[in-house]
C-alpha cells in the first residue's frame, strides 16, 4: 500500500524552502516550537490512515441516499468527521481565546494535505466548514458570531457556500435568489441553489448555509449582491437548536468522482422564506465571498495536487514490483524480465508525474505562506505585497495543479496499463476524483480571464511587479551558486518571454477586450508554468546546497530526486513556451474567428 504523501518531501517544503521554523518569532507564534509543528503533522497523518483512508473507496462504490427526508452516507463519514473535530483542526488557526490553536496556514494547509490525499470526499464537509466559519469571523456581527461560529469551531455545525443557481452556473451577476427584508431584521430568501456541496447530511446538528442573494430593489449585477447566514435549523437565543428553517433539498446530483460528498440542490422559501441573516453590508456579498472562494480556490489546488501525488505514489509502487520485457539491449530470452520502472517511457511518465505533483504541492503550500505573511508578517509593507502577491498567483495556484494533477493521475492510469483501467486499483477514482478539480471553484477559463483582465488588466499591477521582483531575486541567487545546474538560464529566458506577452497582450486588451482575452488561457497556463518553474528552481537550488554540504545515502537521493525533476521540468516545460509566446505575442485570433455554424 502507497504512503499517503511522501513525509520528507512535506519537512522538505515547510523547513527547507518555506523555512516555517522563522514564524516561531513572530508573536502570534511565540508559544509554539517545531515540536508542535510536527505533532499536528503527524496527528493529521495519523487520523487520515486511521479514519479516512479505509473507507475513501466505499464511499466511491456507495454514493449517498435520499429517501425524500434523510441523507444518508456510508456509516464509516461519522468517525471521520469526529475526529477531525476531536482534534481541534476545524480551529487549529483560530486565536487561543476562540479555541483554536493559533496555528500558522502553511502547517493547517499542509496537515489537510494528509486528509485530502487519503479521502477528498469525506474531507469535503472539513474543508467547506473552515471556510465558512473563516468568513463568518470576518465579516459577521457580533451576535451572529456568538451564536453560530463556537458551533463550528468544535464541528456541532458544519458549513457551506451557496453561490451558483440553475440556469446562471458562474455568471454571479445573474443570480436571481432574492432576499426580503422582515420586521425583525432579519431577511426572508427565495429562490435555488445548484452544485452545494455538503448542503445537506445529517453529520452534524446544523448547516450553516453562506448564501449570496440579492435585496428586493438592489442594483442589478453584481453591485446588487449581499450575504446571508441561512441556517437549516434556527438556533435559539439559549444556542438551542430551534425549528427547522424554509430550506430544503430537491435532491442529490450524482457525480463521476468525489462521491462521498454530497452535491445537492437547495430551494429556499417554498413556505414562506428561508430565514437569513444579512452578513455585513447590504450589497457587498460578492467581496466577502471572494475570501471563502480565495480560499477555496487555494484548497482546490491542493486537493488536486494531492490526489495526483496519490497517483504518483501508487503508480511508482506498481511500477517498481511489475515484472515485464527487457531493455531493449538485452536480446537474451533466457534472460529475468525486469521490472517496469527499468524502462525509458516508464521513467518518462514517472518523472512527469513527480514534476508535477512536486511542484504543485510546492506552489500550494507557497501561496499559503504568502495567506500567512499578509496577515501575521511584523512589517506592513510586507503583509501588503504579500497579499498583491497572493492575489495574483491565485488563478495559477488553483488552475495549474488542477490541470496538470488531472494529467498526473492519467499517467497513474497508463503506468498500469490494463490493470489500471479495472477497480482493483484506486488510480481509475483517484482520475475521477481529480476530474473536478478543473471545474468547481473557477473554471481555467475563469481564472485565465482574472488574472489577465483583472489581476493585470491593460497596466499591469503591484501584485506583478513583486513577482518580477521575487523571482529576479531568485535568479540572481541562482547565477552566484558555484554547483548551479543551469536552470536559472532556462528559468530567464521563460520569464522574458512571459514579460513580452504580457505587455503585448495588455495591449491587446486595451485596444480590444474581446480580443484580449480570448487566448486568455493559453496565457494561464505559460504563466502558470513560469511560475511552477520558479518553484522548481529555488527546491533545486536548496538540493543543491544539501549536497554539497554533504548529504548521503538517502538524503542524497532525496535531493537528487530533486534536481534532477527540476531539469526535467526545465527541458520538457519551459522550452516549448517559445512557441506559445509567439501565438499570443502575434494576437492569434483562431478562437476568436470560428464562427459558431463552422464547427
Known amino acids: 500500500m502507497a504512503t499517503l504523501l511522501n513525509d520528507r518531501d512535506i519537512a522538505f517544503q515547510l523547513y527547507e524552502v518555506l523555512n516555517t521554523e522563522a514564524l516561531l518569532e513572530r508573536p502570534r507564534y511565540a508559544d509554539h516550537d517545531r515540536g508542535i509543528f510536527d505533532a499536528t503533522l503527524n496527528t493529521a497523518r495519523d487520523l487520515a490512515a486511521e479514519y479516512f483512508e479505509p473507507h475513501n473507496q466505499k464511499g466511491d462504490a456507495n454514493e449517498p441516499t435520499f429517501d425524500g427526508k434523510t ?213 457587498k456579498g460578492l467581496g466577502y465571498m471572494f475570501q471563502m472562494m480565495n480560499e477555496a480556490r487555494i484548497g482546490v489546488g491542493l486537493g488536486a495536487a494531492v490526489i495526483g501525488y496519490q497517483s504518483y505514489l501508487h503508480a511508482l509502487e506498481y511500477a517498481r514490483q511489475r515484472p515485464q520485457g527487457r531493455l531493449p539491449g538485452n536480446k537474451s530470452p533466457d534472460a529475468p524480465q525486469v521490472n517496469i520502472v527499468q524502462h525509458p517511457d516508464v521513467r518518462r511518465m514517472l518523472l512527469t508525474q513527480k514534476a508535477y505533483v512536486e511542484g504543485s504541492l510546492a506552489l500550494c503550500l507557497y501561496a499559503s505562506t504568502l495567506v500567512e505573511d499578509a496577515h501575521t508578517a511584523p512589517d506592513p509593507d510586507e503583509r501588503k505585497a504579500a497579499g498583491e502577491l497572493l492575489d495574483l498567483i491565485t488563478p495559477m ?140 528552481l529555488r527546491q533545486a537550488m536548496v538540493a543543491e546546497r544539501a549536497l554539497a554540504a554533504g548529504a548521503t545515502g538517502s538524503e542524497a537521493d532525496f535531493y537528487q530526486g530533486k534536481i534532477h525533476a527540476a531539469r526535467y521540468f526545465m527541458d520538457w516545460e519551459l522550452a516549448p513556451l517559445e512557441g506559445y509566446a509567439r501565438l499570443l505575442s502575434a494576437g492569434n485570433r483562431d478562437n476568436l474567428d470560428m464562427q459558431n455554424d463552422w464547427f
Open 397 to 536: 495556484v488553483k488552475s495549474w495543479p488542477s490541470k496538470y494533477g488531472v494529467i498526473a493521475s492519467d499517467l497513474g492510469i497508463q503506468i498500469l496499463g490494463g490493470a489500471g483501467y479495472t477497480r482493483d486499483y484506486i488510480l481509475e477514482q483517484l482520475y475521477r476524483d481529480n476530474r473536478l478539480n478543473p471545474i468547481h471553484e473557477g473554471t481555467e477559463g475563469i481564472q485565465g480571464i482574472d488574472l489577465l483582465g483583472r489581476k493585470l488588466g491593460p497596466k499591469g499591477g503591484d501584485g506583478y511587479n513583486e513577482f518580477l521582483r521575487r523571482i529576479r531575486v531568485t535568479l540572481d541567487e541562482a547565477a552566484a551558486l558555484d554547483t548551479s545546474s543551469g536552470f536559472g538560464s532556462q528559468l530567464t529566458q521563460a520569464l522574458t518571454a512571459l514579460e513580452t506577452v504580457t505587455s503585448d497582450l495588455q495591449q491587446q486588451l486595451a485596444a480590444d477586450p474581446d480580443h484580449g482575452l480570448s487566448n486568455a488561457t493559453m496565457y494561464l497556463d505559460m504563466f502558470g508554468k513560469v511560475l511552477v518553474g520558479w518553484v522548481w
Open 71 to 283: 441523507v444518508t452516507l456510508i456509516p464509516e463519514t461519522q468517525p471521520a468527521w469526529n475526529a477531525f473535530a476531536e482534534a481541534g483542526f476545524l480551529a487549529s488557526h483560530h486565536d487561543f481565546d476562540d479555541g483554536g490553536s493559533q496555528l500558522p496556514e502553511v502547517v493547517l494547509r499542509a496537515s489537510m494535505s494528509y486528509f485530502n490525499a487519503a479521502n477528498v470526499s469525506s474531507t469535503a464537509y472539513s474543508f467547506l466548514t473552515i471556510g465558512a466559519a473563516n468568513l463568518l469571523k470576518s465579516f459577521g456581527s457580533d451576535e451572529l458570531k456568538a451564536r453560530y461560529l463556537p458551533s463550528m469551531l468544535d464541528g456541532r455545525y458544519s458549513g457551506t457556500m451557496a453561490l451558483t443557481e440553475p440556469g446562471q452556473g458562474s455568471a454571479l451577476g445573474d443570480l436571481h435568489t432574492q432576499a426580503k427584508p422582515a420586521d425583525d431584521g432579519s431577511y426572508r430568501l427565495f429562490g435555488n441553489k445548484m452544485y452545494i456541496s455538503g448542503g445537506d447530511h445529517e453529520l452534524t446538528d446544523n448547516i450553516v448555509h453562506m448564501v449570496l442573494a440579492r435585496i428586493e430593489g438592489a442594483p442589478a449585477g453584481v453591485r446588487g449582491i449581499s450575504l446571508f447566514l441561512v441556517p437549516k435549523f434556527l438556533v435559539n437565543e439559549d444556542g438551542s437548536k430551534g425549528e427547522r428553517n424554509d430550506v430544503v433539498l430537491a435532491g442529490l446530483l450524482h457525480k463521476l468522482g468525489y462521491r462521498n460528498t454530497t452535491s445537492t440542490v437547495l430551494n429556499f422559501g417554498e413556505k414562506g422564506g428561508a430565514v437569513g441573516y444579512l452578513v455585513g453590508e447590504a450589497n
